[in-house]
Each structure stands twice: as structure tokens, then as C-alpha cells.
């Protein structure tokens, strides 16, 4: 846990659409063959350069069942993420971009998107050195992401049928489609929206699927622990943290961002466990920082440029 500051960081929203909730989205046609299989998907409008194989990781040990709840905010980043980073700048992967891969909670009008626009936010001194990576990843933050979508789980990414039609070529899934037209080096993969209630095993085997796909883009995946714990054990940030481990990649541990505000970052008025709080008065410092959209934001901020800083070592 951390000691919650009462540091300014201002968010002027001017869009506050609510997230539709955690809903029970019917499961796409994504067959799994087994955890370490990554699904086809067809990518039919270029073909990668001729490069050395996708970079693996040496065995690591294997997280406690509760170690997760320990784990740094901010993650450090290791040799594997600096790997799979250089090998997509030899795929031609843009250094300055990322791409966001998520559900409501990342869809919103209200994640990350108000840092393209210098008149919707302030750093205050503390964090103003942040500015950096806000201007490295210059149009990223309000991108829309053909890979986000309300309503999305880790298996709707996967399925063509919920690609774009317009935007993505045939047989394309959404995350297919987003990699290939973005070009990102980086990528946030956050899933709040529970797997049809099934079992953090399942949940772990499409994660699994979006984690290879990714490194074999030469994108980094960041991956991020969710706030709610709908399925009442929180099995699934144990899955998430357990994936982050065994592939040596980033994760970002929002839950613990959260957990220590009130109502464990949770909005008082949806009370429903999954809703996260937000300050209707962004001019109230100390009553902004105990709500959880603006932690969302700035940690997901932090997190960026601990990526930007450690792969460039």
C-alpha cells in the first residue's frame, strides 16, 4: 500500500460518458488449443521482414498466490521488454507510438486522451517531469483504438467477427487490425470486463494468446491488474500478474493504485464494485486525488515512461 498524496493533477473532462459496466458479453468464436498457442490471425496486408526468432524468456519463479497485491505500481523493465522493443523497430514499428487494447474502461473519452490536448491538464511541479513522455507519445493518448471497445474481453479481440469491417481487411481480428495499422511499439492491455463469469484458467489461455501475438509484433505488452474483483476471489489479477511474470513483461498494477482510496476507488453512486470514482470538481485538489480516475491516469502516465525510459537502456 501507499500513502495517498494530495498532489494536483488536473483532468478537465469535458465528456463525462459512463462506462456501460461489466457486462456479460457473448463469447466470439476464438478456438484455444492450449495456453502456449497463439490463435491465427490473418494479417493480409503486409508481411514481416526476414528477422531472427521472437525473443523468450528464460524460466522464471513462479508468483505466491497472494504476491500480486505486492507488486510495484510502476513496473521496472527487463531485458526481455528492451528484446522484443528492438526487434520491432527492425519490423518497422513506430518508437513513438502505443496502442491501447481494452474494454469500457479504457474506451472511455476520459483515458489518457486528455494529454494530446495541453489546455485539459496540469502536472504541477511533482510531475512535470512527465511532459516528456507526454509529448513522445504525441497522439497516441486520444487515438481511438480499433482494439477497445465496450463490452470487449480478452476473447472479443481475437475474433474477426468483431473487427472494424470497415477499417480491417477480411479474416482480421481487432487486434490484428490495430497492430497492423497503428504500428505501435508499446502496447496497454487492460481487461476489466469479466470472461462471462468462466474461470481466471480461461481468462489466462486468450491473455495468453494476446500476449504472443503481441511480442511476435514486436510490440511490448504492458499489462495492467484490474480494480474490480467480480469474481470474488481475485483470481484474475492473480492470472494477469502470474502471465506478466512467466512472459517477463511489464505489468502495471493499477489495482493497488486504488485500493487504498475510499470505497476502494469504486463511485458511491453506481456502488456496483466496478464503476471507478471521479471528481466532479477538478479544481478541489485534495478531493481530485481521492478519487480513482485520476490515479488511472497518471499511473498509467508513470508507467508509459518507465517503458519509454527502459527499453531505450
Not at 33 to 44: F, K, L, M
Not at 150 to 159: E, H, I, P, T, Y
Not at 215 to 226: D, E, N, R, Y
Request: net charge negative.
Amino acid at each position: 500500500m501507499f500513502k495517498i498524496r494530495t498532489v494536483f493533477l488536473f483532468l478537465i473532462i469535458t465528456s463525462l460518458t459512463a462506462c456501460a459496466g461489466a457486462t456479460e458479453a457473448s463469447q466470439p468464436e476464438v478456438e484455444v488449443t492450449s495456453p502456449g498457442t497463439v490463435v491465427e490471425i490473418t494479417d493480409t496486408a503486409s508481411e514481416a521482414p526476414e528477422l531472427t526468432e521472437a525473443p523468450t524468456a528464460a524460466p522464471r519463479p513462479t508468483l505466491a498466490a497472494d504476491e500480486w497485491k505486492t507488486l510495484p505500481i510502476v513496473p521496472t523493465i527487463s531485458d526481455m521488454a528492451r528484446a522484443i522493443y528492438q526487434r520491432g523497430l527492425e519490423m518497422g514499428n513506430d518508437p513513438n507510438a502505443f496502442s491501447k487494447v481494452g474494454d469500457c474502461q479504457t474506451s472511455t473519452d476520459f483515458f489518457l486522451v486528455d494529454f494530446d490536448y495541453p489546455d485539459r491538464y496540469g502536472l504541477g511541479e511533482e510531475y512535470a517531469g512527465l511532459q516528456a513522455v507526454i509529448d513522445y507519445y504525441k497522439g497516441s493518448f486520444s487515438r481511438q483504438s480499433l482494439a477497445v471497445k465496450d463490452g470487449f474481453n480478452v476473447a472479443a479481440v481475437l475474433s474477426p467477427l468483431r473487427a472494424d469491417p470497415k477499417k480491417c481487411e477480411k479474416g482480421e481480428s481487432p487486434l490484428a487490425c490495430e497492430y497492423r495499422t497503428h504500428k505501435p511499439s508499446v502496447a496497454i492491455i487492460s481487461m476489466e470486463t469479466n470472461f462471462n463469469q468462466r474461470s481466471a484458467d480461461d481468462y489466462g489461455k486468450y491473455l495468453r494468446q494476446i500476449v504472443e501475438y503481441t511480442i511476435s509484433q514486436g510490440i511490448v505488452p504492458v499489462l495492467a491488474t484490474k480494480a474490480d474483483n467480480s469474481e470474488g476471489d481475485y483470481s484474475i489479477n492473480a492470472e494477469i500478474a502470474k502471465i506478466a511474470n512467466e512472459y517477463d513483461i511489464p505489468l502495471w498494477n493499477f489495482w493497488a493504485a486504488v485500493d487504498p482510496l475510499p470505497n476502494n476507488g469504486f463511485d458511491m453512486e453506481w456502488n456496483d464494485g466496478f464503476h471507478l470514482s471521479f471528481s466532479r470538481n477538478f479544481f478541489d485538489k485534495p478531493k481530485n486525488m481521492l478519487n480513482a480516475w485520476p490515479w488511472r491516469n497518471l499511473t498509467a502516465l508513470q508507467t508509459l515512461e518507465a517503458v519509454r525510459k527502459g527499453v531505450s537502456e
